[in-house]
Structure formats: C-alpha cells, structure tokens
C-alpha cells in the first residue's frame, strides 16, 4: 500500500470515529473501501505494465 492510500484511510478513520451523522460514517467507510481497492488495481497495472515491458518475445 502507498504512502498515500495509507494516509488517506487513517484520515478516514479518524473522520469515521469524529463523525455524529450516520451518512457521514457511512460515506468515510465506503470511501476507504473505494481506496483500498483503488490502490490495488493500480499496484496490479503498474505489475502488469512492468510485465509487458519486459517481455523478450515483443523487443
């Protein structure tokens, strides 16, 4: 996980435990799940892309 993403979801977490409003709960924890998964797509690209690149077959 990035720096970044890492950040992002302990802000989330701290919005989650200071938040009264259920919506607004709700809204932080789907938010982290939006970038959870979002990390993960974008280590799978950059895999995929390192992949492609170094491919011997297409040089």
Do not use: H
Request: hydrophobic share 30%; proline share 2%; with cysteine.
């Amino acid at each position: 996980m990035t720096e970044e993403s890492q950040w992002l979801l302990d802000r989330c977490d701290e919005l989650v435990t200071n938040s009264e409003k259920y919506e607004e709960r709700a809204f932080f924890q789907q938010l982290k799940i939006l970038i959870t998964e979002q990390d993960r797509r974008l280590t799978q690209a950059k895999g995929e892309l390192d992949g492609r690149i170094w491919n011997p077959g297409k040089w």
